[in-house]
C-alpha cells in the first residue's frame, strides 16, 4: 500500500530542520542553493532524498549533519540545536552520535578492512582495544565480510568495501547515519547487498537518510522527500515490505513523472 504522509512533527522527531538556507559564491556572487528548508525524521525512521542534479540533496545532507555549515535556519538532533554549536563541539557531536557513508569509502591502504574499521574508535579512545575489536568482527560477520578481515582495500570488491565502509560508520553505534548515493558506485548485485545491509540496520532501530538518484534504493525508505531547485517539493510515504518490492519502485517512479523530475 502506497500513501502521503505529512513531514513528522519536529516535537517529535530525532533529527529537525526549519527554515535552512544555504548559498555558494559562484563568479562572485552568491547563489542560493537551499531556500528555506523544514525536515523533521523520526527516530528509527528510514528517510531518502532525490531529486535532480542540483536541487540541493547533498548539500542538504551534509548541512543537517553539521558537516558543512547553513547560513541560517536551524538543525537539532535529539533536541540538541546543531547550528548553536561551537566547531570542536559539533565535531565531538557527529563522533559520537551520527555515521557516514559515502559513494567512495574512503580507506587507508596499508591496513586490512579490519584495521580500518576499528581505527577511527581506535584514535577516540573509545572502549577498550578488545571491546573495539569485538564490535568490529560483529559488524564484520552481520554484514558478510568477515573472511575477509585482513584483506587490504584493494585485494576486495567495490560491494565489499561499501559494506566494510557501513561497518566503521556502526563502531560507535550512532542515532542516526547520513548516506550519500551510497550505491552510487555498485553494479546491481552489490548495491542490493547494501540495500539489504541497509533495510536489515533500519529494521533493528538504527534511523537512515539518504540521499540517492536510485529508485531501487528510494523504495526502500519508509518516505522519500523531493526537491527541486533547492525546496522540498513533495513526500511519498511507503508502507509494505521494504525489500525490492516492484509496487513501492513503480510508486516512486509514478511520482516523479508526476513531479517532471
Known amino acids: 500500500m502506497i500513501t502521503t504522509v505529512s513531514p513528522t512533527g519536529s516535537d517529535t522527531a530525532l533529527l529537525s530542520a526549519h527554515a ?16 528555506g528548508v523544514d525536515l523533521s525524521i523520526a527516530n528509527g525512521e528510514f528517510v531518502t532524498v532525490m531529486g535532480p542534479s542540483g536541487s540541493g540533496k547533498s548539500t542538504l545532507l551534509y548541512g543537517l549533519s553539521g558537516m558543512d555549515a547553513v547560513d541560517a535556519g536551524t538543525v537539532r538532533l535529539d533536541q540538541v540545536e546543531l547550528t548553536a554549536l561551537t566547531s570542536d563541539l559539533l565535531a565531538d557531536h557527529r ?8 559513494q567512495q569509502p574512503t580507506m587507508l591502504r596499508d591496513l ?12 577516540d579512545r573509545v572502549g577498550t582495544p578488545a571491546d573495539r575489536v569485538s564490535r568490529a568482527e560483529e559488524l564484520m560477520r552481520r554484514a558478510g565480510i568477515w573472511d575477509l578481515r585482513a584483506r587490504m582495500p584493494a585485494q576486495v570488491s567495490g560491494g565489499q568495501l561499501q559494506r566494510a565502509g557501513i561497518c566503521r560508520a556502526l563502531m560507535r553505534r550512532p542515532r542516526i547515519v547520513f548516506g550519500d548515493e551510497p550505491t ?33 534504493v528510494a523504495a526502500r525508505a519508509d518516505r522519500v522527500v523531493f526537491m527541486i531547485d ?6 511519498l510515504g511507503l508502507t509494505g515490505d521494504a525489500g525490492p518490492d516492484l509496487a513501492r519502485v513503480d510508486a516512486v517512479i509514478g511520482r516523479m513523472r508526476e513531479l517532471g523530475i
Do not use: C, P, Y
Not at 535552512?20 to 531556500?35: N, P
Not at 586490512?112 to 584514535?123: A, D, F, R
Open 20 to 35: 535552512v538556507t544555504k548559498s555558494f559564491t559562484v563568479d562572485g556572487r552568491a547563489v542560493e542553493v537551499l531556500h
Open 112 to 123: 586490512g578492512l579490519l584495521e580500518n574499521i576499528v581505527l577511527t574508535s581506535s584514535l
Open 95 to 102: 563522533r559520537e552520535h551520527m555515521g557516514f557513508v559515502f
Open 230 to 235: 533547492g525546496r522540498i517539493v513533495d513526500e
Open 184 to 216: 552510487g558506485s555498485l553494479n546491481r548485485e552489490s548495491a542490493e547487498q547494501i540495500l539489504d545491509l541497509l533495510t536489515e540496520l533500519n529494521r533493528d532501530g538504527t534511523t537512515m537518510l539518504v540521499v540517492t538518484h536510485d529508485v531501487r
